[in-house]
Structures are given as C-alpha cells and as structure tokens.
C-alpha cells in the first residue's frame, strides 16, 4: 500500500510539474511572440532572416528569449572596448610611488639618452629610427609611436593654451575619467577620482613622454608609461589616441570642448566627451 500510496504522489507531482512548466513555457511564447512583433517593426533586418528566427522562437521560446537577452546586453556595452573586469576601486585611496625608473622619474624634462644610446641612430632615417624604437619596446608595459613633428609642434602650443584636461575610458560599469597635465615635455594622468582625494600628491595611472631628440629627422618619439593595476595596455593606447585627437588635430568639435572646459568649466557637459570617444571612427 505504501508503494502504491508513493506512486500516487509521483504521478500526482509529475503532474504538477508538468502543468507549472507548461505556464512558463506559454508565458515565455507569449513574451518571445510580442518581441518579435517589435522586431519586426524596427528591424528593417528582420524579413531577411525571419524564417530562421521563426523556427528558434517556435521550438524554444525561452532559448530565443534567452539569445535576445545576450543581444541586448552586448548593445549597451561601450563602444571603444571595455574593461572585462571591474575596477577596484579601494586601490585609488591608496598613494602610490611615481611610475618610471629612476632616470625617467624627473618631472621637469626627460631626456631620449635616459633610455637608449643616441649614436645608435645617428646615421638612421626617420623610418628606421621608428622602427628600433617600437621593436625595443614591444615586449614591455608600454605604449609607444613616433609623431610627426608638425603634429608635435601643434600639440605643445594646444599645451599651452589648455595644460589641464578630462578623459573618459570605457569600464564594465560605464565609463571612469582621468584626469591629464601637460608638464614640458610629459603628459601626466591620474583618474579624476584620485585627484580628487590627493591632490597635487595624486600618484600617475599614466605619464607620456615625447622625446624631440630626433626632430630634425621629422619625428618626436613617445614613449607611455602606466599603471598596470589602473590600467592596462588597451585603456593607456584609448587615453594616448585621444590626447592626439584633442591636441594634435582640427577638430572643431574637441576644441571647443578644451575651451569649454578651460575658459567656462560651468557649461563643460562630462557627457559631451563620452559622446565624442563614442564617435570615433576605428
């Protein structure tokens, strides 16, 4: 009787099962159908792949919906490669020493001398000179290139005119700014945040050097060095690209925004820069 009695319950639980499953599966049928009908209304994509949709969405509802869900969320991430992991952000209360060796640290001019020996590139062209100079860095924590030095020389006199600036970076959570200062021949950043807890004692998440000692030869090297806790390779090349967009280029909307910041910071809007990284053709 006990067995007989157990197998009731099974029957009866299957049953149960079964009927709740059976309501989920309907309610997720119903919410894959609405979807749908909104694809198809905005998807100007929609009728080319709607046969295949269609038999997704028919044989499981909850797999489509599911597949929506992966689409959706891959939209709102940002557009210029984010950060897969999240910052921690205990590390910025936290003063750090200054990045850099010794020889590199002095803040108030870096010479080329302090990282190669000169007469290696004497007798070298322009082309050859960038190219010892990316090769023997390409193993390293850092980011580097060779400018031109008419974009150069447009760099320092935008300097000059607008020392201190913002920039964004993409994060997991949305985006982080960093704060830049331009000291003769040197970039110093360190996030917004940071700053503001240490002020002029915040430590670097990044300093960029540009060395001119190669000039006549039409290029200035640089040389970044960052943070590997704050930042890593990816997010140090996005803060360098920028720099070189808002100094070195005219471009009429990113100067205005230097301006703004600079001359009336009470009307500099923090979503106009996001909007202007988001822009980028890459």
């Known amino acids: 009787m006990a067995a007989i009695a157990f197998v009731r319950r099974s029957i009866v639980n299957s049953h149960k ?35 295949k949709i269609a038999a997704v969405q028919q044989s499981s509802p909850e797999e489509f919906l599911s597949r929506l869900d992966s689409v959706e969320k891959e939209k709102q991430k ?5 950060s897969k992991v999240e910052r921690d952000y205990s590390e910025l209360l936290k003063p750090k020493a200054p990045l850099g060796t010794e020889a590199t640290r002095d803040g108030s001019h870096r010479k080329l001398s302090d990282i190669m020996r000169l007469e290696l590139v004497e007798d070298k062209s322009a082309d050859d000179i960038k190219h010892l100079w990316l090769e023997y860095h390409k193993d390293k924590d850092v980011i580097t290139a060779a400018i031109p030095v008419n974009q150069y020389n447009l760099m320092m006199a ?30 110093h950043f360190t996030p917004l945040l940071n700053y503001q807890v ?39 090349q996005c803060l360098a690209n920028q720099v070189q967009l808002y100094y070195s280029q005219n471009n009429e909307s990113k100067l205005q925004l230097l301006d703004t910041f600079t001359q009336n910071p009470d009307k500099f809007k923090h979503m106009d820069i996001i909007d202007e990284l988001n822009n980028l053709k890459i």
């Open 78 to 82: 940002p557009k210029f490669g984010p």
């Open 17 to 51: 099962f079964a009927a709740t499953r059976s309501i989920q599966m309907s309610a997720a049928r119903q919410r894959s159908e609405k979807v749908l009908e909104e694809m198809k209304e905005k998807n100007p994509y929609f009728e080319k792949y709607a046969n």
């Open 158 to 187: 935008r300097a000059k005119l607008y020392p201190v600036f913002i920039l964004p970076i993409p994060r997991s959570q949305g985006y982080e700014f960093i704060m830049l200062q331009f000291a003769a021949n040197t970039v």
């Open 198 to 236: 240490h002020k002029e004692n915040a430590p670097e998440c990044l300093n960029i050097t540009m060395f001119t000692e190669c000039s006549d030869k039409g290029i200035v090297l640089m040389r970044g060095e960052y943070d590997t806790k704050v930042l890593n390779a990816q997010e140090a």
